[in-house]
């Protein structure tokens, strides 16, 4: 309940902003009307029709941005059911002074697709209602024309109806530094940031700290790099059941108690990022590893390496390709049910063409493999889509 009156409020402001405070003020200000009308074919026996409209709405001033989504998807699945999943987002930022800057966000999303989270994730989901929320801000300060700190916090909260899930509460607070390097190395910044998290889930909580340093580099306009690396300190406490023997002369009972376990782990954290923009080709190669949470599988260990290319081969066509290599590890109370230890290897092509100024036509196509190291086995993943599109300029 309390998610559609949040929900129906945002609608409700974006629209409202956009007619009379946008008119009111002459700022910049687009909303966009759209819709899709798709199907998918998954060999995991989640086949679908879908047709999602939707709205978004973008204001922009010298001091200001604000960003606003809105998409309602009804889908049915091959075996009856029906589902209605929703999606609202929303960035703000705002310059209060020529040094101070704030920056915030939010978004509510309601999803059933089972392949939803595998580009970003590697792992294989079962069919299942899952709610993800996301509140953040972050404060920024600029200490002179080459330094600036940051303090940024946020809360994630998420929850699945799916068998053997986790409610999933997690605060994050970090603190950073930047600084230009140009006067050691051209185009060159660099960089400390240092963070806690703790993250509670039905049986367990986990306190995250982590300390990274890295930096950034732009060769030219077009290709630039990104890089991290740090430690963390990550301590569990977890309830666990334990069996004993309980001797009553002459009787032996096996009992079962629940007890409290803790533990300490370190790790490394950390990203490698290069990128390419170009006017006909972009690209990035990225490497990944650090810190994940869900509500299916708690809090996971995950190692990512992944590419994505795009190409415009006319006005109208434009082709991806994207592939990544993912590890995902956890230890004894940090996910849901055990100890986790899986490996995927994930490709996926597609092609947009614009059948007009407002439409265009998607075709796309994913395999993925996973295989499950701690019990044995592998599963298969093929997914193919298509799906029209329609957007129309409301106001701009």
């Avoid at 949040?6 to 759209?34: C, E, N, P």
């Avoid at 376990?261 to 190669?285: I, P």
Wanted: glycine residues 10%.
């Amino acid at each position: 309940m309390i998610g559609k009156r949040v929900t129906a409020a945002f609608v409700a402001l974006m629209v409202a902003w956009a007619w009379i405070g946008g008119k009111a003020r002459g700022d910049d200000v687009q909303v966009t009307a759209s819709l899709a009308l798709g199907g998918k074919y998954d060999n995991g026996e989640s086949n679908s029709v879908a047709v999602a409209p939707g709205l978004s709405f973008t204001r922009r001033t010298e001091i200001q941005d604000l960003r606003l989504s809105a998409v309602l998807s009804g889908v049915r699945y091959a075996d009856g059911q029906e589902k209605v999943d929703q999606s609202y987002q929303g960035d703000w930022s705002y310059r209060l002074t020529p040094r101070l800057q704030v920056q915030a966000n939010g978004s509510y999303i309601t999803y059933s697709d089972p392949q939803q989270n595998v580009p970003q994730t590697g792992q294989f989901l079962t069919k299942a209602t899952r709610v993800s929320e996301r509140y953040g801000a972050t404060t920024t300060y600029s200490l002179s024309e080459i330094s600036s700190v940051s303090l940024a916090g946020s809360v994630d909260r998420e929850n699945s109806n799916a068998a053997g899930a986790t409610d999933v509460d997690a605060k994050n607070v970090s603190v950073g530094y930047l600084r230009d390097l140009g006067d050691y190395l051209s185009s060159t910044t660099g960089g400390v940031n240092l963070g806690y998290g703790h993250y509670r889930f039905s049986n367990s909580e986990v306190d995250n700290l982590w300390l990274t340093v890295g930096g950034g580099r732009s060769f030219t306009e077009r290709l630039k790099l990104e890089a991290s690396l740090g430690v963390r300190q990550t301590r569990t406490q977890y309830q666990q059941l334990e069996q004993r023997i309980v001797v009553l002369p002459p009787f032996a009972f096996l009992v079962t108690e629940e007890k409290e376990k803790r533990s300490t782990e370190w790790g490394g954290v950390g990203s490698l990022a290069l990128t390419y923009s170009g006017v006909d080709y972009t690209g990035g190669l990225t490497f990944s590893r650090d810190l994940q949470i869900s509500a299916d599988n708690g809090v996971t260990d995950r190692t990512s390496l992944v590419l994505n290319l795009s190409h415009r081969f006319t006005w109208e066509l434009t082709g991806s390709f994207d592939a990544g290599y993912y590890e995902n590890k956890s230890q004894q109370g940090q996910t849901v049910n055990g100890t986790l230890d899986e490996r995927t290897l994930r490709a996926a092509c597609g092609l947009t063409y614009a059948l007009s100024q407002h439409t265009s036509l998607e075709a796309g196509g994913s395999l993925a493999r996973v295989e499950y190291r701690n019990g044995g086995g592998s599963e298969n993943r093929a997914v193919l889509t298509l799906t029209l599109r329609f957007s129309y300029p409301v106001i701009e």
